[in-house]
T-cell receptor, first 114, second 117 residues
Framework: NAGVTQTPKFQVLKTGQSMTLQCAQDMNHEYMSWYRQDPGMGLRLIHYSVGAGITDQGEVPNGYNVSRSTTEDFPLRLLSAAPSQTSVYFC?????????????FGQGTRLTVV | AQSVTQPDIHITVSEGASLELRCNYSYGATPYLFWYVQSPGQGLQLLLKYFSGDTLVQGIKGFEAEFKRSQSSFNLRKPSVHWSDAAEYFCAVGARVANFGNEKLTFGTGTRLTIIP
């Protein structure tokens, strides 16, 4: 059971480039989310999804797009990378009725925009 | 909107000593509260959670936390720390997503724990 898998683990982008961070889970979880982690700021929610075809914005959505075509996958797209998007990105998933479940986190993607 | 404050950025404790990490939250309803731990280069792992009932909750690795509604606090404790407890600790509050049984987590800024021999 792989849990939550994020790829790539590391990425360097030039300003203006686009890329997609991949996130896949094999636990049949309905709820998935993306966070960014910056020093001194904890984790901040970027976007989340409560099921296939349903997404919504979190605290810091600007510059990021998401889609949820399947239960398993929740990719995060950077359309035009900026240095301010240099961060560590975490994907998480948990099941419906998560009062009795826990969020499982991926290992993170460290992104540097130069 | 909910918020979480972890007033201690960095704490250093001797191995074998007791530990208390502070967490204060702001939320208009009954909160769902969590403590997560992050080892260097790793994702987050759930230590414990509070939803209702007994205000003293037990977690993994010998950690416990006490929910105090009157103080809006959810402090994490461990009676005797081990060198392997060195990590970053995050408190989080969950806000129920309308019509869905899930919570959006709001995290504190974290407390880095250093253990000295």
């Amino acid at each position: 059971n792989a849990g939550v898998t994020q790829t790539p683990k590391f990425q360097v982008l030039k300003t203006g480039q686009s890329m997609t961070l991949q996130c896949a889970q094999d636990m049949n979880h309905e709820y998935m989310s993306w966070y960014r982690q910056d020093p001194g700021m904890g984790l901040r929610l970027i976007h989340y999804s409560v099921g296939a075809g349903i997404t919504d914005q979190g605290e810091v959505p600007n510059g990021y797009n998401v889609s949820r075509s399947t239960t398993e996958d929740f990719p995060l797209r950077l359309l035009s990378a900026a240095p301010s998007q240099t961060s560590v990105y975490f994907c998480a998933s948990n099941g419906q009725g998560s009062w009795n479940t826990e969020a499982f986190f991926g290992q993170g993607t460290r992104l540097t925009v130069v | 909107a909910q918020s979480v404050t972890q007033p201690d950025i960095h704490i250093t404790v001797s191995e074998g000593a007791s530990l208390e990490l502070r967490c204060n939250y702001s939320y208009g309803a009954t909160p769902y509260l969590f403590w997560y731990v992050q080892s260097p280069g790793q994702g987050l792992q759930l230590l414990l959670k509070y939803f209702s009932g007994d205000t003293l909750v037990q977690g993994i690795k010998g950690f416990e936390a006490e929910f105090k509604r009157s103080q809006s606090s959810f402090n994490l404790r461990k009676p005797s720390v081990h060198w392997s407890d060195a990590a970053e600790y995050f408190c989080a509050v969950g806000a129920r997503v309308a019509n869905f049984g899930n919570e959006k987590l709001t995290f504190g800024t974290g407390t880095r724990l250093t253990i000295i021999p």
